[in-house]
């Protein structure tokens, strides 16, 4: 049973930084990949990153592009999302989420997802 567990949400000022985290287990495929969207309230939910399992490859959304990271360690099946220079537009609950298909920015192609963490940016 595949169980993705995210953490590290919480309130922050604009321009600071703040590192999500997602706990994975159950995931027993050859290659995958993993992903973070976030949904706003009122909005879709959009993809924001997404890192290759096997090589680390990553896609991210334009608009976070040179502000977050997503990174992975295979040992501890954990992956991050280091979000810096934030914004009230960053402002959503993040999801965790996994996929053995693409395309991986598409959230139709991730099947397995965690609860969410609430990210609130203030000005």
């Known amino acids: 049973q595949v169980q993705l567990v995210e953490s590290g949400g919480g309130s922050v000022q604009a321009g600071n930084s703040l590192r999500l985290s997602c706990a994975a287990s159950?995931?027993?495929?050859?290659?995958?990949?993993m992903g973070w969207f976030r949904q706003a309230p009122g909005k879709e939910r959009e993809f924001v990153a997404t890192?290759?399992?096997?090589?680390?490859?990553?896609l991210y959304l334009d608009s976070v592009k040179g502000r977050f990271t997503i990174s992975r360690d295979t040992a501890k099946k954990a992956v991050w999302l280091q979000m810096t220079t934030v914004i009230p537009e960053d402002t959503a609950v993040y999801y965790c989420?996994?996929?053995?298909?693409?395309?991986?920015?598409?959230?139709?192609?991730?099947?397995?997802w965690g609860q969410g963490t609430q990210v609130t940016v203030s000005s």
């Open positions: 989420a996994a996929s053995v298909h693409g395309p991986w920015n598409v959230r139709s192609s991730y099947d397995y």
């Open positions: 159950g995931l027993t495929f050859s290659n995958y990949n």
């Open positions: 890192i290759n399992w096997r090589i680390g490859t990553t």
